[in-house]
């Protein structure tokens, strides 16, 4: 195994942590080969349009050079002056390309089914194309990424664009800290969400809590996020 494919053998489960905010996958890295890795979150939020729960359900399996399939669950429950419950799945695949000793480019394609969250007028199945720049670092001797993309949604009468930038430290042994800005924009949607979490690695099994607030101004949002990621 060559020495960025060992980075990436240990990058890759710092990189999933961006995934701790919808959408999650694993940005620019892609497992190694016969590498699975499940990434669950779940979300309260309060604001303008109620009270939201959400519960997005992420696995990824590594198929070597740089390839790799995931499949997404998602569902939300809206309690405000109706209530609206949703789920959708998102079944991707992707290809790494690795640049230099630590950076890494990648593209995904997905296809959609079931019902959408991104809004009442978007119905039926569609596709998702991604594409995705990520670098590792060492700050004070600790392991740390970034991770920037931008993606394009398409579903029945509605079109979406996303675009974000994450970052992680692991800022101690079995301790990861990370911080993600994200915007969803298209028809009369927009949004601009920020996320702080911190995970702990424990007998193998990564635990965390976030918070996650609306900073886009055009509306109030925020709440507490949990996350899990085991990886196989």
């Not at 960025?4 to 905010?21: D, E, H, N, S, V």
């Not at 809004?119 to 998702?128: F, Q, R």
């Not at 690695?201 to 085991?230: H, Q, T, Y």
Request: hydrophobic share 40%.
């Amino acid at each position: 195994m060559g020495e960025f494919q060992l980075k990436i053998r240990r990058l890759a489960p710092l990189a999933c942590l961006a995934a701790g905010a919808s959408p999650a996958h694993a940005g620019a890295w892609s497992l190694p080969e016969g590498v699975q890795q499940w990434f669950a979150t779940i979300s309260r939020e309060r604001g303008d349009f109620g009270e939201a729960w959400r519960a997005d359900d992420f696995s990824e399996f590594g198929l070597g050079d740089g390839w790799g399939v995931n499949i997404k669950l998602e569902s939300e429950i809206r309690i405000g002056s109706t209530y609206d419950d949703k789920s959708g799945v998102r079944l991707g695949v992707q290809k790494a390309f690795g640049l230099g000793d630590r950076g890494s480019i990648a593209i995904q394609a997905s296809v959609l089914a079931g019902e959408s969250l991104d809004g009442i007028e978007c119905l039926g199945e569609g596709y998702e194309v991604r594409a995705a720049l990520g670098t590792s670092f060492q700050l004070w001797g600790r392991e740390g990424f970034v991770n920037a993309e931008s993606g394009h949604r398409v579903r029945g009468g509605c079109e979406r664009t996303v675009t974000e930038l994450a970052a992680g430290l692991n800022f101690a042994p079995d301790w990861n800290f990370t911080l993600k800005v994200w915007n969803e924009g298209g028809g009369e949607a927009g949004v601009t969400k920020l996320e702080t979490s911190v995970m702990r690695d424990i007998w193998g099994v990564g635990v965390g809590v976030g918070w996650r607030e609306e900073i886009s101004g055009n509306f109030e949002e925020k709440g507490w996020v949990l996350n899990a990621r085991v990886r196989f």
